[in-house]
């Protein structure tokens, strides 16, 4: 049986493990970089979301992984059949993305000049922004 998680508190100890492993129908648990005790390349940070509908899906991805970041997104044709994705990879982010510590606050921001990305969240609302100039040349 998992474990529901019900209570506010932190995601990991002063040891760097989690508190409590389990899962939530909301975000519960603040996250705190400073917790971590992994070296700084080891330490894994990402946004994701995935819009679905009927006929198209789209995925946003900024992953700070230390060593390599990633942000991507993916548009689906489901009628179709068919995706593009467009993908920017930097090497060692090592936390530079600033992510924000938990997902009910705070914003992501992406600047590449082949890729803006900005994930912004405000009181009872969350805002995905991504522009891609040429995302897929040659189509109409």
């Given at each position: 049986m998992q474990h529901r998680i019900t209570t506010p508190g932190n995601l990991l100890n002063n040891q760097g493990h989690l508190r409590e492993p389990g899962w939530a129908?909301?975000?519960m648990l603040h996250y705190n970089r400073a917790y971590i005790t992994a070296a700084r390349w080891r330490i894994k940070e990402?946004?994701?979301y995935a819009v679905i509908s009927r006929h198209f899906g789209l995925a946003c991805t900024v992953s700070d992984n230390g060593y390599l970041g990633l942000v991507s997104v993916t548009l689906f044709d489901f009628d179709k059949k068919t995706e593009h994705t467009k993908t920017i990879l930097t090497p060692l982010p090592l936390g530079s993305y600033n992510l924000p510590a938990?997902?009910?606050e705070g914003t992501v921001c992406f600047k590449h000049?082949?890729?803006e990305m900005e994930f912004k969240t405000t009181p009872g609302q969350r805002t995905l922004h991504c522009s891609v100039p040429d995302f897929c040349p040659g189509s109409t």
């Open positions: 129908t909301q975000p990402w946004d994701y938990t997902t009910s000049k082949q890729m």
